[in-house]
C-alpha cells in the first residue's frame, strides 16, 4: 500500500497568515493526489484534485501544487472558517489512501 | 443538489452483522463510482470499500476482505454496505462517497452514521 506522511501534525497560525502543509507519498503517484477538509462532526469536503485543481465552489485562496512524491497545499490568507483537519489522499493505486491529517487552528 | 444519506448504523456485538445503506439523488447514480470510507473516533480517514457505476467491479481494503460486501441497487439508487464478522476495530463513522468521474477524488459526502462494535 501506498503510505501517505503529512506534515506537521498540528499547525497554529494567525488570521491573515499564509499557511503550507505538506504530503509525502512513499512512491511516485504522478498527481493522483487530493486534498479535504474536515470540520468537527463533519463530512469532508474536497478542495483540490489532481493535485492543483481547485474543486467549483472552493475559494481561490486555497491551491495545491506538486507530482511524484512530494505535494504542498497552501490556504494564501487564513480566514477564520479554515479552521479544520485537512487530509490528502492518494488514487494512483488502490487501497486508496489518506494522510494522517493537518490539523490547523488559529492563533 | 446532490444528496447522500447514510443509515444502518448502530450498535452491534463482536461477530455480528449490519447493513448500511445510502441513499442517493440529485445525479445519474449509475454513472458513477461509489466508495464507503470510515473514520474511528478520534482517528483520521480510511477508505473501505469501491463498487463502480454498474455494479460488476468492487474493490476492498485488506482489513475488511472477506468480511463486507459492497453493493449497489441502480433502480433504487442506492449504495449497500454488508458487514459481517463485526469486531471492536470496525467501530467508526461510515460515510458513503460519490467519486469524480475521473474516479479517485470524493466529491461529495453523506453525513455518515456510526457503527459500534461492542459487548
Known amino acids: 500500500d501506498i503510505q501517505m506522511t503529512q506534515s506537521p501534525s498540528s499547525l497554529s497560525a494567525s488570521v491573515g497568515d499564509r499557511v503550507t502543509m505538506t504530503c509525502q507519498a512513499s512512491q511516485d503517484i504522478r498527481n493522483y493526489l487530493n486534498w479535504y477538509q474536515q470540520k468537527p462532526g463533519k463530512a469532508p469536503k474536497l478542495l483540490i484534485y489532481d493535485a492543483s485543481n481547485l474543486e467549483i465552489g472552493v475559494p481561490s485562496r486555497f491551491s495545491g501544487s506538486g507530482s511524484g512524491t512530494d505535494f504542498t497545499f497552501t490556504i494564501s490568507t487564513l480566514q477564520p472558517e479554515d479552521i479544520a483537519t485537512y487530509y490528502c489522499q492518494q488514487y494512483d493505486n488502490l487501497p486508496y489512501t489518506f494522510g494522517q491529517g493537518t490539523k490547523l487552528e488559529i492563533k | 443538489e446532490v444528496q447522500l444519506l447514510e443509515s444502518g448504523g448502530g450498535l452491534v456485538q463482536p461477530g455480528g452483522s449490519l447493513r448500511l445503506s445510502c441513499a442517493a439523488s440529485?445525479?445519474?447514480?449509475?454513472?458513477?463510482?461509489m466508495s464507503w470510507v470510515r473514520q474511528a473516533p478520534g482517528k483520521g480517514l480510511e477508505w473501505v470499500s469501491a463498487?463502480?457505476?454498474?455494479?460488476?467491479?468492487?474493490y476492498y481494503a485488506d482489513s475488511v476482505k472477506g468480511r463486507f460486501t459492497i453493493s449497489r441497487d441502480n433502480s433504487k439508487n442506492t449504495l449497500y454496505l454488508q458487514m459481517n464478522s463485526l469486531r471492536a476495530e470496525d467501530t467508526a463513522v461510515y460515510y458513503c462517497a460519490k467519486e469524480r468521474l475521473t474516479v479517485g477524488a470524493f466529491d461529495y459526502w453523506g453525513q455518515g452514521t456510526l457503527v459500534t462494535v461492542s459487548s
Open positions: 463498487i463502480n457505476g454498474r455494479g460488476f467491479k468492487t
Open positions: 440529485g445525479f445519474t447514480f449509475n454513472n458513477y463510482a
